[in-house]
Protein backbone atom coordinates (compact mmCIF):
# COMPACT_ATOMS: atom_id res chain seq x y z
CA UNK A 1 0.00 0.00 0.00
CA UNK A 2 1.42 2.95 -1.17
CA UNK A 3 1.23 5.66 1.60
CA UNK A 4 3.70 8.51 0.21
CA UNK A 5 2.50 11.88 -0.06
CA UNK A 6 3.55 13.58 -3.22
CA UNK A 7 4.03 17.35 -2.54
CA UNK A 8 5.81 19.11 -5.56
CA UNK A 9 5.06 22.29 -4.37
CA UNK A 10 7.96 21.63 -2.09
CA UNK A 11 10.45 21.97 -5.56
CA UNK A 12 8.53 24.51 -7.38
CA UNK A 13 8.00 27.48 -5.27
CA UNK A 14 9.03 28.60 -1.72
CA UNK A 15 12.08 28.55 0.12
CA UNK A 16 13.34 25.21 -1.22
CA UNK A 17 12.67 26.39 -4.91
CA UNK A 18 15.22 28.85 -4.19
CA UNK A 19 17.62 26.89 -3.02
CA UNK A 20 17.32 24.33 -6.21
CA UNK A 21 17.41 27.62 -7.84
CA UNK A 22 21.04 28.63 -6.32
CA UNK A 23 22.10 25.09 -6.29
CA UNK A 24 21.52 25.44 -10.19
CA UNK A 25 23.63 28.45 -10.51
CA UNK A 26 26.30 26.83 -8.56
CA UNK A 27 26.62 23.45 -10.92
CA UNK A 28 26.17 25.93 -13.88
CA UNK A 29 29.15 28.13 -12.96
CA UNK A 30 31.15 24.78 -11.95
CA UNK A 31 30.20 23.18 -15.61
CA UNK A 32 31.15 26.65 -17.66
CA UNK A 33 33.93 27.17 -15.77
CA UNK A 34 35.03 23.75 -16.27
CA UNK A 35 34.48 23.23 -19.89
CA UNK A 36 36.09 26.48 -20.75
CA UNK A 37 39.66 25.75 -18.53
CA UNK A 38 39.31 21.77 -19.02
CA UNK A 39 39.06 22.28 -23.14
CA UNK A 40 42.49 24.83 -22.98
CA UNK A 41 44.04 22.70 -20.99
CA UNK A 42 43.65 20.08 -22.84
CA UNK A 43 44.68 21.72 -26.35
CA UNK A 44 47.83 22.38 -24.64
CA UNK A 45 48.13 18.58 -23.15
CA UNK A 46 47.42 16.93 -26.50
CA UNK A 47 50.08 19.54 -28.35
CA UNK A 48 52.53 18.42 -25.45
CA UNK A 49 51.86 14.92 -26.36
CA UNK A 50 53.01 15.16 -29.56
CA UNK A 51 55.82 17.27 -29.18
CA UNK A 52 59.33 15.79 -30.84
CA UNK A 53 60.74 17.48 -27.38
CA UNK A 54 61.17 14.77 -24.93
CA UNK A 55 60.74 16.08 -21.47
CA UNK A 56 57.71 17.82 -22.44
CA UNK A 57 55.88 14.42 -24.31
CA UNK A 58 56.89 12.65 -21.42
CA UNK A 59 55.47 15.03 -18.77
CA UNK A 60 51.95 14.99 -20.88
CA UNK A 61 51.95 10.71 -20.78
CA UNK A 62 52.20 11.01 -17.20
CA UNK A 63 49.68 13.81 -16.73
CA UNK A 64 47.04 11.79 -18.95
CA UNK A 65 47.90 8.43 -17.35
CA UNK A 66 48.05 9.88 -13.76
CA UNK A 67 44.79 12.02 -14.00
CA UNK A 68 43.00 9.47 -16.06
CA UNK A 69 43.22 6.47 -13.76
CA UNK A 70 42.77 7.35 -10.64
CA UNK A 71 38.79 8.43 -8.97
CA UNK A 72 37.61 11.48 -9.74
CA UNK A 73 36.25 11.53 -6.09
CA UNK A 74 40.13 10.94 -5.00
CA UNK A 75 41.28 14.20 -6.53
CA UNK A 76 38.67 15.87 -5.61
CA UNK A 77 39.78 15.27 -2.19
CA UNK A 78 43.21 15.56 -2.81
CA UNK A 79 42.73 19.29 -3.87
CA UNK A 80 40.46 19.47 -1.20
CA UNK A 81 41.79 17.85 1.97
CA UNK A 82 45.23 17.03 0.89
CA UNK A 83 46.82 20.32 -1.42
CA UNK A 84 46.47 22.86 1.83
CA UNK A 85 48.85 20.52 4.14
CA UNK A 86 51.64 21.11 1.73
CA UNK A 87 51.18 24.93 1.38
CA UNK A 88 52.32 27.55 3.37
CA UNK A 89 50.27 29.04 6.19
CA UNK A 90 49.67 32.40 4.14
CA UNK A 91 48.04 30.74 1.09
CA UNK A 92 45.99 28.62 3.27
CA UNK A 93 44.69 31.75 5.44
CA UNK A 94 44.01 33.50 1.85
CA UNK A 95 42.52 30.10 0.35
CA UNK A 96 40.41 29.63 3.31
CA UNK A 97 39.00 33.60 2.86
CA UNK A 98 38.15 32.23 -0.62
CA UNK A 99 35.43 30.23 -2.13
CA UNK A 100 38.19 27.51 -1.74
CA UNK A 101 35.42 24.23 -1.82
CA UNK A 102 34.63 25.49 -5.33
CA UNK A 103 38.06 26.18 -6.39
CA UNK A 104 39.16 22.69 -5.30
CA UNK A 105 36.17 21.81 -7.59
CA UNK A 106 37.01 23.47 -10.59
CA UNK A 107 40.69 22.61 -10.14
CA UNK A 108 40.28 19.01 -10.04
CA UNK A 109 36.81 18.51 -12.54
CA UNK A 110 39.34 20.42 -14.97
CA UNK A 111 42.29 18.30 -14.44
CA UNK A 112 40.24 14.96 -14.90
CA UNK A 113 38.35 16.04 -17.54
CA UNK A 114 41.26 17.69 -19.81
CA UNK A 115 43.24 14.41 -19.34
CA UNK A 116 40.12 13.13 -21.51
CA UNK A 117 39.62 15.68 -23.92
CA UNK A 118 43.50 15.87 -24.63
CA UNK A 119 43.49 12.28 -25.68
CA UNK A 120 40.32 12.96 -27.99
CA UNK A 121 42.07 16.22 -29.64
CA UNK A 122 45.18 13.68 -30.38
CA UNK A 123 43.27 11.27 -32.04
CA UNK A 124 41.76 13.99 -33.90
CA UNK A 125 45.30 15.33 -35.08
CA UNK A 126 46.36 11.92 -35.99
CA UNK A 127 43.50 11.68 -37.99
CA UNK A 128 43.97 14.64 -39.78
CA UNK A 129 46.56 13.79 -43.45
CA UNK A 130 49.89 14.46 -42.73
CA UNK A 131 50.30 16.24 -46.20
CA UNK A 132 48.20 18.79 -44.25
CA UNK A 133 51.16 19.25 -41.85
CA UNK A 134 53.47 19.55 -45.03
CA UNK A 135 51.50 21.81 -46.88
CA UNK A 136 51.34 24.50 -43.67
CA UNK A 137 55.36 23.76 -43.28
CA UNK A 138 56.33 24.51 -46.82
CA UNK A 139 54.54 27.53 -46.38
CA UNK A 140 56.66 28.75 -43.62
CA UNK A 141 54.52 28.28 -40.74
CA UNK A 142 56.85 26.99 -37.66
CA UNK A 143 55.24 23.64 -36.19
CA UNK A 144 53.13 25.28 -33.25
CA UNK A 145 51.62 27.86 -36.07
CA UNK A 146 50.97 24.99 -38.32
CA UNK A 147 48.78 23.37 -34.80
CA UNK A 148 47.28 26.87 -34.54
CA UNK A 149 46.09 27.96 -37.92
CA UNK A 150 45.41 24.48 -39.77
CA UNK A 151 45.91 21.09 -38.04
CA UNK A 152 43.90 21.89 -34.46
CA UNK A 153 41.23 23.67 -36.18
CA UNK A 154 40.55 20.77 -38.38
CA UNK A 155 41.09 17.98 -35.54
CA UNK A 156 38.77 20.06 -33.47
CA UNK A 157 35.41 20.10 -36.21
CA UNK A 158 36.32 15.82 -35.90
CA UNK A 159 36.49 15.89 -32.21
CA UNK A 160 33.03 17.50 -31.87
CA UNK A 161 30.91 14.62 -30.87
CA UNK A 162 33.61 13.13 -28.20
CA UNK A 163 34.48 16.34 -27.23
CA UNK A 164 30.34 17.08 -26.28
CA UNK A 165 30.32 13.56 -24.29
CA UNK A 166 33.50 14.50 -22.35
CA UNK A 167 31.76 18.34 -21.55
CA UNK A 168 28.48 16.42 -20.54
CA UNK A 169 30.70 14.03 -17.99
CA UNK A 170 32.03 16.94 -16.85
CA UNK A 171 28.49 18.77 -16.15
CA UNK A 172 27.24 15.71 -14.21
CA UNK A 173 30.65 15.03 -12.73
CA UNK A 174 30.37 18.36 -10.91
CA UNK A 175 27.64 16.49 -8.61
CA UNK A 176 30.87 15.16 -6.79
CA UNK A 177 31.42 18.65 -5.53
CA UNK A 178 28.88 18.04 -2.70
CA UNK A 179 31.07 15.64 -0.98
CA UNK A 180 33.46 18.45 -0.24
CA UNK A 181 31.05 21.78 0.90
CA UNK A 182 30.26 22.99 -2.32
CA UNK A 183 26.60 24.06 -2.46
CA UNK A 184 25.61 23.12 -6.12
CA UNK A 185 22.68 21.14 -7.18
CA UNK A 186 23.03 18.06 -5.75
CA UNK A 187 24.14 19.56 -2.62
CA UNK A 188 20.45 21.35 -2.51
CA UNK A 189 18.50 18.74 -3.53
CA UNK A 190 19.63 16.73 -0.92
CA UNK A 191 19.43 19.44 1.84
CA UNK A 192 15.82 19.78 0.62
CA UNK A 193 15.19 16.19 1.54
CA UNK A 194 16.64 16.41 4.57
CA UNK A 195 14.66 19.52 5.53
CA UNK A 196 11.18 18.01 4.23
CA UNK A 197 11.50 14.90 3.54
CA UNK A 198 10.56 14.90 -0.16
CA UNK A 199 13.36 12.62 -1.33
CA UNK A 200 11.44 12.22 -4.41
CA UNK A 201 10.46 15.32 -5.73
CA UNK A 202 13.49 16.62 -4.61
CA UNK A 203 15.78 14.22 -6.72
CA UNK A 204 13.32 14.21 -9.77
CA UNK A 205 13.86 17.83 -9.89
CA UNK A 206 17.06 17.66 -9.59
CA UNK A 207 17.37 14.91 -12.47
CA UNK A 208 15.03 17.23 -14.89
CA UNK A 209 17.74 19.80 -13.82
CA UNK A 210 21.08 17.65 -14.89
CA UNK A 211 19.05 16.56 -18.15
CA UNK A 212 18.23 20.22 -19.24
CA UNK A 213 21.44 21.68 -18.48
CA UNK A 214 22.88 18.45 -20.76
CA UNK A 215 20.46 18.62 -23.50
CA UNK A 216 21.59 22.58 -23.57
CA UNK A 217 25.08 21.55 -23.68
CA UNK A 218 25.08 19.14 -26.28
CA UNK A 219 22.47 21.75 -28.18
CA UNK A 220 24.96 24.33 -27.82
CA UNK A 221 27.74 22.62 -28.92
CA UNK A 222 25.87 21.51 -31.78
CA UNK A 223 24.46 25.24 -33.08
CA UNK A 224 28.68 26.52 -32.52
CA UNK A 225 29.73 23.35 -34.61
CA UNK A 226 26.84 24.04 -38.20
CA UNK A 227 27.18 27.95 -37.75
CA UNK A 228 30.90 28.66 -36.76
CA UNK A 229 32.97 25.46 -37.25
CA UNK A 230 31.62 23.85 -40.29
CA UNK A 231 28.79 26.27 -42.12
CA UNK A 232 29.85 24.83 -45.23
CA UNK A 233 30.48 21.24 -44.92
CA UNK A 234 29.69 19.80 -48.15
CA UNK A 235 28.27 16.76 -46.74
CA UNK B 1 70.06 29.98 -56.87
CA UNK B 2 69.76 26.28 -56.19
CA UNK B 3 72.87 24.52 -55.41
CA UNK B 4 73.23 20.77 -54.89
CA UNK B 5 76.85 19.47 -54.31
CA UNK B 6 77.37 15.99 -53.65
CA UNK B 7 73.70 15.49 -52.15
CA UNK B 8 73.28 12.00 -50.65
CA UNK B 9 69.83 10.53 -48.74
CA UNK B 10 68.85 7.27 -47.43
CA UNK B 11 66.22 6.04 -46.32
CA UNK B 12 66.69 3.20 -44.04
CA UNK B 13 69.47 0.93 -46.06
CA UNK B 14 67.69 2.59 -49.65
CA UNK B 15 70.07 4.96 -51.17
CA UNK B 16 67.42 7.70 -52.33
CA UNK B 17 69.42 10.38 -53.50
CA UNK B 18 73.22 9.63 -54.79
CA UNK B 19 75.91 11.97 -55.19
CA UNK B 20 73.38 14.89 -57.14
CA UNK B 21 75.33 17.62 -58.21
CA UNK B 22 72.94 20.51 -59.61
CA UNK B 23 72.82 24.09 -60.41
CA UNK B 24 69.70 25.79 -61.19
CA UNK B 25 69.97 29.73 -61.79
CA UNK B 26 67.39 32.48 -61.08
CA UNK B 27 64.72 32.39 -63.43
CA UNK B 28 65.32 28.73 -64.92
CA UNK B 29 62.37 26.44 -65.62
CA UNK B 30 64.24 23.04 -64.91
CA UNK B 31 61.84 19.84 -65.37
CA UNK B 32 62.83 16.33 -63.57
CA UNK B 33 61.73 13.38 -65.16
CA UNK B 34 62.38 9.80 -64.86
CA UNK B 35 60.34 6.51 -64.26
CA UNK B 36 58.72 6.23 -60.68
CA UNK B 37 60.85 5.07 -57.41
CA UNK B 38 64.48 7.48 -59.30
CA UNK B 39 64.14 9.79 -56.29
CA UNK B 40 62.67 12.88 -58.27
CA UNK B 41 60.22 13.68 -55.83
CA UNK B 42 62.35 13.31 -52.60
CA UNK B 43 65.03 15.75 -54.53
CA UNK B 44 62.35 18.53 -55.11
CA UNK B 45 61.25 17.85 -51.34
CA UNK B 46 64.68 18.35 -49.98
CA UNK B 47 65.13 21.90 -51.67
CA UNK B 48 62.78 23.73 -48.93
CA UNK B 49 63.77 20.63 -46.85
CA UNK B 50 60.06 18.60 -46.24
CA UNK B 51 62.87 15.61 -46.63
CA UNK B 52 66.46 16.65 -45.11
CA UNK B 53 69.60 15.53 -47.00
CA UNK B 54 72.17 13.40 -45.17
CA UNK B 55 75.36 14.40 -47.04
CA UNK B 56 76.96 16.69 -49.49
CA UNK B 57 76.17 20.67 -49.44
CA UNK B 58 72.55 22.35 -50.51
CA UNK B 59 72.38 25.94 -50.70
CA UNK B 60 69.28 27.55 -51.36
CA UNK B 61 68.57 31.26 -52.36
CA UNK B 62 72.26 31.68 -50.50
CA UNK B 63 71.24 29.79 -47.11
CA UNK B 64 72.87 26.32 -46.48
CA UNK B 65 70.45 24.14 -45.75
CA UNK B 66 72.93 21.92 -43.88
CA UNK B 67 73.94 25.55 -41.56
CA UNK B 68 71.89 25.33 -38.03
CA UNK B 69 71.83 29.68 -38.14
CA UNK B 70 69.88 28.79 -40.99
CA UNK B 71 65.86 29.78 -40.65
CA UNK B 72 64.06 27.30 -42.57
CA UNK B 73 60.96 28.53 -41.36
CA UNK B 74 61.97 31.64 -43.48
CA UNK B 75 63.56 30.31 -46.65
CA UNK B 76 60.48 28.45 -46.85
CA UNK B 77 58.16 31.33 -46.85
CA UNK B 78 60.44 32.40 -50.01
CA UNK B 79 59.50 29.09 -52.00
CA UNK B 80 56.63 28.28 -52.90
CA UNK B 81 55.27 24.06 -53.47
CA UNK B 82 52.66 22.82 -55.09
CA UNK B 83 51.52 19.16 -54.25
CA UNK B 84 50.39 16.06 -56.24
CA UNK B 85 48.00 16.07 -53.86
CA UNK B 86 47.07 19.59 -53.94
CA UNK B 87 46.96 19.87 -50.22
CA UNK B 88 44.42 22.84 -49.27
CA UNK B 89 43.27 23.53 -46.25
CA UNK B 90 39.43 21.67 -46.28
CA UNK B 91 38.27 23.93 -43.24
CA UNK B 92 39.05 27.61 -45.30
CA UNK B 93 37.26 28.82 -47.98
CA UNK B 94 39.23 29.51 -51.48
CA UNK B 95 40.42 33.16 -50.42
CA UNK B 96 41.27 32.22 -46.73
CA UNK B 97 43.25 29.15 -47.84
CA UNK B 98 45.17 31.58 -49.81
CA UNK B 99 45.45 34.82 -47.74
CA UNK B 100 46.55 32.89 -44.70
CA UNK B 101 50.38 32.83 -45.13
CA UNK B 102 50.52 36.17 -46.59
CA UNK B 103 48.20 37.53 -43.49
CA UNK B 104 50.32 35.55 -40.32
CA UNK B 105 53.46 35.34 -42.11
CA UNK B 106 54.78 38.01 -43.91
CA UNK B 107 51.92 40.73 -41.53
CA UNK B 108 49.68 41.82 -43.97
CA UNK B 109 46.96 43.92 -43.96
CA UNK B 110 44.02 41.91 -44.27
CA UNK B 111 43.17 43.85 -47.14
CA UNK B 112 46.30 44.13 -49.44
CA UNK B 113 46.27 40.46 -48.99
CA UNK B 114 42.11 40.00 -50.29
CA UNK B 115 42.92 42.31 -53.00
CA UNK B 116 46.44 40.13 -53.89
CA UNK B 117 44.32 37.26 -53.40
CA UNK B 118 41.33 38.10 -55.65
CA UNK B 119 44.13 39.36 -58.80
CA UNK B 120 45.69 35.51 -58.08
CA UNK B 121 42.93 34.22 -58.60
CA UNK B 122 41.77 36.28 -61.88
CA UNK B 123 45.43 35.30 -62.91
CA UNK B 124 44.16 31.23 -62.96
CA UNK B 125 40.93 32.16 -63.79
CA UNK B 126 38.96 31.00 -60.18
CA UNK B 127 38.08 34.68 -59.12
CA UNK B 128 34.28 33.31 -59.12
CA UNK B 129 35.37 30.89 -56.44
CA UNK B 130 36.54 33.25 -53.72
CA UNK B 131 34.44 31.72 -51.09
CA UNK B 132 33.86 28.02 -52.22
CA UNK B 133 35.14 25.68 -50.02
CA UNK B 134 38.19 22.91 -51.97
CA UNK B 135 35.80 20.16 -51.35
CA UNK B 136 33.23 22.15 -53.97
CA UNK B 137 36.15 22.27 -56.36
CA UNK B 138 37.50 20.02 -59.20
CA UNK B 139 40.96 18.75 -59.46
CA UNK B 140 42.22 21.04 -61.86
CA UNK B 141 40.24 23.65 -60.08
CA UNK B 142 41.93 22.70 -56.47
CA UNK B 143 45.79 22.65 -57.92
CA UNK B 144 45.14 25.78 -59.36
CA UNK B 145 44.03 27.27 -56.13
CA UNK B 146 47.17 26.00 -54.72
CA UNK B 147 49.24 27.97 -57.43
CA UNK B 148 47.84 30.80 -56.59
CA UNK B 149 48.13 30.46 -52.50
CA UNK B 150 51.80 29.58 -53.04
CA UNK B 151 51.93 32.55 -55.46
CA UNK B 152 50.87 34.51 -52.80
CA UNK B 153 54.05 34.55 -50.80
CA UNK B 154 55.78 36.52 -53.40
CA UNK B 155 58.04 33.23 -54.00
CA UNK B 156 61.26 33.40 -55.14
CA UNK B 157 61.76 29.82 -56.47
CA UNK B 158 58.09 27.35 -57.01
CA UNK B 159 58.52 23.74 -56.34
CA UNK B 160 56.06 21.47 -58.39
CA UNK B 161 55.95 17.93 -57.66
CA UNK B 162 53.99 16.05 -59.97
CA UNK B 163 51.43 18.98 -60.02
CA UNK B 164 48.92 16.97 -62.75
CA UNK B 165 49.30 13.63 -62.26
CA UNK B 166 46.41 12.90 -59.70
CA UNK B 167 44.30 15.03 -62.11
CA UNK B 168 41.69 13.41 -64.96
CA UNK B 169 43.04 13.87 -68.93
CA UNK B 170 40.81 16.98 -69.00
CA UNK B 171 41.55 19.03 -66.80
CA UNK B 172 45.69 18.89 -66.97
CA UNK B 173 45.69 21.41 -69.49
CA UNK B 174 44.04 23.96 -67.55
CA UNK B 175 47.03 23.47 -64.58
CA UNK B 176 49.76 23.58 -67.20
CA UNK B 177 48.77 26.60 -68.98
CA UNK B 178 48.93 28.53 -65.63
CA UNK B 179 52.11 27.06 -65.12
CA UNK B 180 53.74 27.70 -68.49
CA UNK B 181 52.27 31.68 -67.90
CA UNK B 182 54.62 31.42 -64.85
CA UNK B 183 57.50 30.74 -66.66
CA UNK B 184 59.69 33.48 -67.98
CA UNK B 185 58.26 36.11 -65.52
CA UNK B 186 61.62 35.83 -63.09
CA UNK B 187 60.48 32.62 -61.19
CA UNK B 188 62.41 29.90 -60.60
CA UNK B 189 60.66 26.76 -61.24
CA UNK B 190 62.01 22.88 -60.34
CA UNK B 191 58.96 20.74 -61.73
CA UNK B 192 59.13 16.98 -61.31
CA UNK B 193 56.26 15.71 -64.11
CA UNK B 194 55.97 13.25 -67.30
CA UNK B 195 54.66 15.66 -69.36
CA UNK B 196 56.80 15.55 -71.71
CA UNK B 197 55.08 18.42 -73.76
CA UNK B 198 55.47 20.77 -71.13
CA UNK B 199 58.94 20.20 -70.63
CA UNK B 200 59.24 20.50 -74.57
CA UNK B 201 57.98 23.42 -74.46
CA UNK B 202 58.34 25.25 -71.50
CA UNK B 203 61.87 24.44 -69.41
CA UNK B 204 64.96 25.61 -70.46
CA UNK B 205 66.50 22.52 -68.94
CA UNK B 206 65.91 18.30 -68.36
CA UNK B 207 67.20 16.57 -65.87
CA UNK B 208 66.62 12.86 -65.91
CA UNK B 209 66.72 10.58 -62.91
CA UNK B 210 66.52 7.08 -62.17
CA UNK B 211 68.32 5.28 -59.23
CA UNK B 212 68.79 8.36 -57.04
CA UNK B 213 71.41 9.46 -59.73
CA UNK B 214 70.58 12.39 -62.43
CA UNK B 215 71.84 10.48 -65.45
CA UNK B 216 71.16 13.40 -67.53
CA UNK B 217 70.72 16.98 -68.12
CA UNK B 218 70.30 19.04 -71.21
CA UNK B 219 68.55 21.28 -73.02
CA UNK B 220 64.81 19.91 -74.10
CA UNK B 221 65.56 20.02 -77.66
CA UNK B 222 68.62 17.83 -77.11
CA UNK B 223 67.29 15.39 -74.57
CA UNK B 224 64.17 14.57 -76.70
CA UNK B 225 65.69 14.87 -79.98
CA UNK B 226 69.11 12.35 -78.81
CA UNK B 227 69.17 11.18 -75.36
CA UNK B 228 72.20 10.06 -74.70
CA UNK B 229 71.43 7.25 -71.55
CA UNK B 230 70.09 3.92 -72.74
CA UNK B 231 67.66 4.56 -69.75
CA UNK B 232 66.33 7.80 -70.84
CA UNK B 233 65.95 6.27 -74.27
CA UNK B 234 63.86 3.27 -72.96
CA UNK B 235 62.00 6.01 -70.31
CA UNK B 236 61.01 8.36 -73.47
CA UNK B 237 60.35 5.14 -75.32
CA UNK B 238 58.07 4.34 -73.09
CA UNK B 239 56.51 7.56 -72.54
CA UNK B 240 55.45 7.53 -75.96
CA UNK B 241 54.48 4.40 -76.98
CA UNK B 242 53.07 2.95 -73.87
CA UNK B 243 52.34 -0.45 -75.48
CA UNK B 244 55.03 -1.49 -76.60
Not at chain 1, 72 to 99: C, E, R
Not at chain 2, 42 to 67: A, F, S, W, Y
Not at chain 2, 75 to 103: K, M
Not at chain 2, 216 to 221: M, V, Y
Request: contains cysteine.
Amino acid sequence: MLTYQFDWSVVTSGKYFEWLVSGFKVTLQLSVVGIVLAFIVGLLIAVMRMSNFRPVRWFALAYLEFFRNTPLLVQIFFWYFGSYKILPTAVNDWLNSTNFEFAAAVIALTIYTSAFIAEDIRSGVLSIPREQMEAARSAGFSYLRSMQYIILPQAVRITVPPLVNQFLNLAKNSSLAMTIGVMELTYQARQVESYTFKGFEAFTAATVVYLVLSTSITALVHIYDKRVLNPNRAV
Amino acid sequence: MIQFSGVHKWFKQLHVLNDINLRITPGEVLVVCGPSGSGKSTLIRTINQLEPINEGKLVVDGMDLLDKKTDINKLRAEIGFVFQQFNLYPHLSVLSNITLAPLKIRKMQKKEAEEQAMTLLARVGLAEKRDAYPSQLSGGQQQRVAIARALAMKPKIMLFDEPTSALDPEMIGEVLAVMQGLAGTGITMVVVTHEMGFAREVAHRVAFMDHGVVLEEAKPEEFFRNPQHERAQQFLKQLLSPMH
